[in-house]
């Protein structure tokens, strides 16, 4: 298994409420990745964290937002949360961007009712 | 825009037969492909990856092909067993001015029959 961690592992949340997932990065690596899977689907690309500052992002609102500490952990905040939100999502870490090879966390899974 | 093309979706084999997954990707300047096995319930993991400046790479029964001109590459997973079935997904990274993205294919769901 990877050094990367994440919590909680399941979350069940209401419509409209908000949402922080966390992940704590392998050893060594200063680089954090969001992503959002949905059942029976690839892993999509929410953002990327690299130094504290956003890397990258891809097709999310903004409602959809993070943070990066000082120890390479992250944060994924989700607000005004919606049905369709309801997946796993996975934060991967590496050492620079994607030209290094990322490694998954466990994954939070979240059910919006 | 990005996107990359995985087939097939499904692929049923014998144990001992080999299986092959192939991608497609668009942006020409993508230049690192991993491929991660993902069980039931758990995390996509790691299981082979290959750079844009060799052709070919092998770790055991599990070798990657990259033929960059025409932008495809493959995951050849040769004398297969049961433990083998998963999804297996492929991914490429895009380099765009307001940041890189790694994007993935939609996945195949391999069964190895006994």
């Known amino acids: 298994e990877t050094g990367v961690t994440q919590s909680p592992t399941h979350l069940i949340k209401t419509r409209g409420q908000q949402v922080t997932l966390r992940c704590s990065s392998q050893?060594?690596?200063?680089?954090v990745s969001w992503y959002q899977q949905a059942l029976g689907q690839g892993p999509q690309f929410i953002f990327q964290?690299?130094?504290?500052?956003?890397?990258g992002r891809g097709n999310f609102p903004p409602r959809f937002s993070g943070l990066q500490f000082p120890n390479y952990s992250s944060e994924l905040n989700v607000n005004a949360l919606e049905l369709d939100d309801s997946a796993l999502y996975l934060c991967?870490?590496?050492?620079?961007?994607?030209?290094?090879?990322?490694?998954f966390g466990p994954g939070t899974r979240l059910l919006v009712l | 825009g990005e996107n990359v093309e995985q087939h097939p979706s499904t692929l049923s084999v014998q144990e001992g037969d080999s299986a092959v997954i192939k991608c497609t990707y668009s942006?020409?300047?993508?230049?690192?492909f991993p491929w991660y096995k993902q069980e039931l319930g758990k995390r996509p993991q790691l299981i082979i990856d290959?750079?844009?400046?060799?052709g070919e790479k092998k770790d055991q029964r599990i070798a990657v092909t990259l033929n960059k001109t025409a932008k495809h590459f493959s995951l050849h997973i040769t004398e297969t067993q049961p433990e083998d079935s998963a999804v297996y997904f492929c991914?490429?990274?895009?380099?765009?001015?307001?940041?890189?993205?790694?994007?993935f294919g939609g996945g195949t769901r391999v069964l190895v029959k006994p």
């Open positions: 991967a870490s590496s050492q620079t961007g994607f030209k290094e090879t990322q490694y």
């Open positions: 050893s060594g690596h200063n680089t």
């Open positions: 964290y690299y130094r504290e500052e956003e890397n």
């Open positions: 942006d020409s300047a993508s230049n690192y």
């Open positions: 290959i750079r844009s400046n060799v």
């Open positions: 991914a490429a990274p895009y380099y765009q001015a307001a940041g890189n993205k790694l994007t």
